[in-house]
């Protein structure tokens, strides 16, 4: 069973394995979008906004899917570690730092 912990809350929750990122965040009642309007304005865990960018810091992480890459073209050659919580598949420890 995967851990997660989320740095700027200083919160550790344990999901399991396979589960989605931005939900387990929800779920775990960590806020993963940074303000109001993010929060109210979002596509959902589409992959279309990029609201739910975070930093990831793993062992191992499975690579980027195109939906982040079309995304976040250029911000992933400046940080490989960004990624789409409502893209990312949890399965390792993960440590993640919210933008």
Do not use: H
């Not at 550790?12 to 931005?22: E, S």
């Not at 940074?34 to 906004?49: A, D, T, V, Y």
């Not at 062992?59 to 890459?69: A, G, Q, S």
Request: aromatic share 6%; hydrophobic share 35%.
């Amino acid at each position: 069973m995967p851990e997660l912990f989320f740095v700027n809350e200083n919160k550790k929750i344990n999901v399991d394995t396979g589960a989605n990122l931005r939900k387990a965040s929800i779920d775990g009642e960590v806020g993963i979008y940074s303000n109001i309007f993010k929060k109210l304005f979002n596509c959902r865990g589409q992959g279309m906004c990029g609201t739910c960018l975070v930093r990831i810091e793993a062992e191992e992480l499975e690579p980027p899917n195109e939906v982040e890459k079309k995304k976040l073209k250029k911000k992933l050659s400046k940080d490989p570690n960004l990624r789409l919580a409502c893209q990312l598949t949890i399965n390792t420890d993960l440590k993640i730092y919210t933008l």
